[in-house]
């Protein structure tokens, strides 16, 4: 079973930027959780997918992870395939149809750049958090 925990941000008077992480609540702490979200309307929640990163590192829902991949192709119209790499791009989102997926992530292979519509799921094994949506917008700038 999925370990069930949230991690929530409150932003800055300004309200252009977010502090860094101030609270981390496991489902025990149901009760503070929700007084710390009901007197805060700064506050702004992120869940736990139940995924790691390839460095160790929990994943949650606004996450920006860059996702490697390989792939074969051919070269100089060469007949055999070669391996190539590329990566993935995006923010993490959770859908109960998919499970934990990048949404429109930039695909990135053979100087070839493209945004995807659709999402792709998240594979750990290859992704790495590069920043959140929060703190990190220009991230996501740059891809759109």
């Avoid at 502090?19 to 025990?28: D, G, I, K, L, N």
């Avoid at 859908?95 to 999402?119: D, F, M, W």
């Amino acid at each position: 079973m999925r370990e069930i925990k949230f991690r929530a941000w409150i932003k800055y008077p300004n309200g252009d930027k977010l502090s860094t992480p101030v609270m981390r609540y496991e489902v025990q702490n149901w009760a503070s959780f929700g007084n710390i979200c009901k007197n805060n309307t700064d506050v702004i929640v992120m869940q736990f997918t139940g995924l790691k990163d390839k460095n160790g590192i929990e994943i949650y829902e606004g996450d920006i992870v860059k996702q490697s991949f390989e792939f074969y192709s051919n070269r100089d119209n060469e007949i055999y395939n070669v391996k190539d790499y590329g990566t993935h791009t995006g923010e993490v989102v959770i859908i109960a149809s998919k499970g934990t997926c990048l949404r429109y992530p930039e695909t990135v292979y053979q100087n070839h750049r493209t945004i995807s519509q659709g999402y792709i799921n998240v594979r750990t094994y290859r992704s790495e958090i590069i920043g959140n949506i929060y703190e990190n917008p220009e991230l996501l700038k740059e891809i759109k």
